[in-house]
Every structure is written in C-alpha cells, then in structure tokens.
C-alpha cells in the first residue's frame, strides 16, 4: 500500500482528539451505550457539512464488493504458508484448532488457562454516510468475534486510510465521522478503542483489530455440526445489491432495473441495508451459549454460500449443508435476477458486507433461538437449511425459497 505515515503527526492527533476525545486510548466503555445512537440521526446530506452537493464517500474508493476481494484460493495458498509446528495444535484438547479462512484466531496465552481471540479486517467505504460506515466497519470487525460465540471483547484497535485524494476540508469534515461511528459502536458493544494507526493512501478505508482474552467456556469453535442439525441465519441477505442499486438510481444502469423496482423502494433498500450492516451481532453471539450452538461463521464477502463452505470444511463430523430459504431484504432478489449474473445472489455468491451469523444449532433449540432474538433485538432470524451426512460442503438447492423482508411494508418503519 502506497502511504505515508501519519502515525504520530499532527493530523493523526487532531483526528483522534476530535473523534475518540483522547488521542490513542479512548474512554474504557464502563457505561456502554445501550441505545443505538444512528437511529436518531437525519440522513446524511452532504452540505450540511459544508460540502459540495455531489460528495460522494464511495467515490475514494476504486474497488468494491466482490471486486476487492483476494480469490479464497490464493488466499488459502499464502495463508498456508504461515502454518508451522508452532501453529498447529500439539494434542488431543488443545486449544487453537480451527482451519485457515475461518473467523478468528486462537491463542493461548501463558497464564490460566485463557486464550487470545483475534480478528482484524478493513472496508473500502460502501455507504455515502461517513458516520454510518465508521459504525458499519465497527459492526463487522466484531463480527468475526462474535460468530465465535465471544461476547464480551476486550480491546479494539482502529486502522484508517484517510484518502490523498480529499480536500483538507473534506477530510476534517468526514474523517471524524467516521471515526466517531466506529467509536459509538464500539461502545455500545461494551469495548474500548485503546489505539491504532492512521495512514495517507490514494483510498479511504477504515479498518481494524479486535481481541477478547477467554476461557474455553466462553467461546464455541465452529467445527462440531452433528446430523440433524438446522442452519440459522440472523440477517437478511442483499446487502451489496441494494447498496448497488441506490448508487444506480437517476443512471444509465437505472434503466436496467427500474420494471422490477422503484425509486421510493430503492431508497427503503439502502436503508434497510444500512441498518442491518450497522447492527452488530452480539445478541445472536450470547444466545448461541444458551442453546447450545455447535458453531458458526458471519456472512461477508464470500457471499452465504461462501461462508457455508468454509465452515462445513471445517467440521469435524461427516457432515454437508443444505440450504433452502433465502431471506433477501425486500425486492433485492427482483433486483438481482434482472442484473442476470452480475450478482449471483440467489445462488449465495453475492458479497454481502456485515452480514448476519451463519448458525448450527440442535434442531429442537432453533426456533426458540430466532424467537430469543427477536425479542431481545426485534429483528426476525429464519432457519435457512439443515445439516445432513455428507463430505463437508455446502450447496443450495435448485429452487430455493426466497423470504422477501420484511414481508410486509409498514408504515413508518423499516421492518
Ligand atoms: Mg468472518
């Protein structure tokens, strides 16, 4: 990555200060939040900030989606690389075995028996919102943590690439938003922000670490599915296409769409894919313990099918996935199927960005799960597919049913 540091300068400073309130270390989150801040907060309108009319935050960005990311193939290949005899497990029990592309790292660490569990992951923006993508990098950083079942995390770091391509204005108008976003998330998850690093690149990207120090009950390594087992999802699929679709809106490729969508439903799209990103997944990390989870993964640029894989290869039975229900967010899968391939979303390979978890759970637990969350959260989750033998893989069947969500419109809410 082309940088300059901007790690102990002046603008690193004046950044933090201005978003965390401190430089480097921010508030311990004693008093989390318990509210969700962005709700209450008026669209973001460029000028109001002073800026011109046509900003566009996903304009600092030259890649995207499943644009940006590295193919699972070379991924695994170079990863192998890093494995060595201090990296595998040495015995039966210890802790630490979980295959390469799967969410976290352990680590066990010297004294009484805990572990470091590790994740860190960064996002080109993919919302006009600088507050609301500092709140959805947030989200997804700790998504990884949670589909692990961890819930209560430790310590966050916090990466940014302040894009070379901003005006200073632009970027001491949206940098702090940003990072505020990220902060307020962070808080309400009940962690902390103790540092980070800041760099000048050509893009914007915001990025960053999160550990949580646990003992061995207090996480769920994603390998024991048994036969019998249902698939549970926790957030509707479609975020990428309805992110796509309002960037489409008075555009050439508007024209493509516009038979299957309208302009007021497009707009309701976003949001609804921008509420779903910002929300994190802590409460379906709480009550994987409750019932009984025999593990999970969180939906991002893989696409459902993606991270279906990935985690039925990391199983420990003889076990495969199959999927038959879609939840996509409302009119997405219209969307979708009149894009022709460009998504793949209902064959699971569309890139979502801080997607819902992806759950094993007893059968017998499963709908008292969804019916937890929904209480505890007021968002639906659907069991999507079941755990049958098999030889580690997943696949969804030819004509799945699509759950369009929500399924009705009401007035004045989103879902
Ligand atoms: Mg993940």
Redesign the pocket.
């Known amino acids: 990555m082309a940088g300059a540091m901007l790690g102990n300068s002046g603008l690193a400073r004046q950044l933090q200060v201005a978003a965390l309130g401190s430089p480097l270390d921010s508030e311990a989150a004693d008093d989390p939040i318990t509210g969700e801040r962005h709700k209450d907060r008026p669209e973001f309108d460029p000028t109001a900030l002073e800026l011109a009319p046509a900003f566009k935050l996903t304009r600092f960005a030259d890649l995207k989606g499943r644009g940006c990311r590295v193919p699972p193939a070379l991924v695994e290949s170079v990863l192998g690389g890093l494995s060595n005899e201090n990296t595998k497990p040495r015995g039966e029990g210890e802790v630490g075995k979980i295959g390469v592309g799967m969410?976290c790292t352990i680590t066990p660490i010297r004294l009484g028996g805990l572990s470091m569990i590790c994740?860190t992951d960064m996002f080109y923006p993919v919302v006009e919102d600088p507050y609301m993508m500092g709140r959805i990098a947030c989200s997804s950083i700790l998504?990884?943590l949670y589909?692990m079942g961890v819930q209560e995390v430790d310590n966050m770091l916090m990466f940014l690439g302040v894009s070379s391509k901003m005006t200073e204005k632009e970027r001491d108008k949206v940098i702090p938003l940003v990072m505020e976003g990220f902060k307020d998330t962070a808080m309400e998850a009940g962690t902390k922000i103790s540092g980070g690093q800041t760099v000048l690149n050509p893009w914007l990207m915001i990025g960053g670490v999160a550990t949580s120090i646990c003992s061995q009950e207090e996480y769920i390594i994603p390998d024991t599915a048994v036969v019998g087992d249902v698939l549970v999802l926790t957030k509707p699929l479609g975020t990428g296409v309805a992110m796509n679709c309002y960037q489409w809106l008075g555009s050439e490729r508007w024209s493509r769409i516009k038979l299957v969508i309208g302009e007021d439903e497009a707009r309701k799209g976003y949001k609804r894919a921008l509420d779903t990103m910002a929300r994190t997944n802590r409460s379906s990390a709480i009550l994987m313990h409750k019932y009984n989870a025999h593990g999970a993964?969180?939906i991002?640029g893989l696409g459902l099918l993606g991270?279906a894989q990935a985690l039925a290869k990391n199983q420990q039975n003889e076990v495969s996935f199959v999927i038959h229900n879609l939840p996509v967010i409302a009119k997405m899968a219209g969307v979708a199927k009149a894009c022709g391939n460009m998504f793949s979303l209902l064959q699971g390979q569309a890139s979502e960005t801080s997607g819902g978890l992806l759950i094993c759970l007893p059968r017998e637990q499963a709908a008292a799960y969804c019916k937890d969350i929904e209480r505890m959260e007021g968002y639906q989750s659907w069991i999507i597919g079941i755990v049958e033998k098999g030889s580690r893989t997943a696949r969804i069947i030819d004509k799945p049913r699509v759950i369009e969500v929500p399924s009705k419109e009401k007035e004045d809410e989103l879902w």
């Open positions: 969410d994740t998504s990884d589909a993964t969180d991002s991270h």
